[in-house]
């Protein structure tokens, strides 16, 4: 059993920076690959970012390749999302994940970024 708490979003104007966290509960975190998803209004969840467990490899989708940066402290049991030069277009749920659409999720934090 996995339980994924995010946090960090928050309300931004266009331009802005934000940095998500997720904290995972577990002692074997470390040997989980992780990723980011988001989900705007109307629209379907999508992928944002993954990282292996060994934070060797890092993915992005190329809507936000160059400006968001996905990272973990597998000592803090954490991961987290550094997001910059955020658009309207970036406004969405965001959503922690390990294992796939049928692994686990947390509950979401929301970004929201004004023009």
């Known amino acids: 059993q996995v339980q994924l708490v995010e946090s960090g979003g928050g309300l931004v104007q266009a331009g802005g920076s934000l940095r998500l966290s997720c904290a995972a509960s577990?002692?074997?975190?470390?040997?989980?690959?992780m990723a980011w998803y988001r989900q705007a209004p109307g629209k379907e969840r999508e992928f944002v970012a993954s990282?292996?467990?060994?934070?060797?490899?890092?993915t992005y989708s190329d809507s936000v390749k160059g400006r968001f940066t996905i990272s973990r402290d597998n000592a803090k049991n954490t991961m987290y999302l550094e997001m910059n030069s955020l658009k309207p277009e970036d406004t969405a749920i965001y959503y922690c994940?390990?294992?796939?659409?049928?692994?686990?999720w947390g509950q979401g934090t929301q970004v929201t970024v004004s023009s």
């Open positions: 994940n390990t294992g796939g659409s049928s692994g686990y």
């Open positions: 577990g002692s074997f975190f470390a040997a989980l690959n």
């Open positions: 990282i292996r467990w060994s934070a060797s490899t890092a």
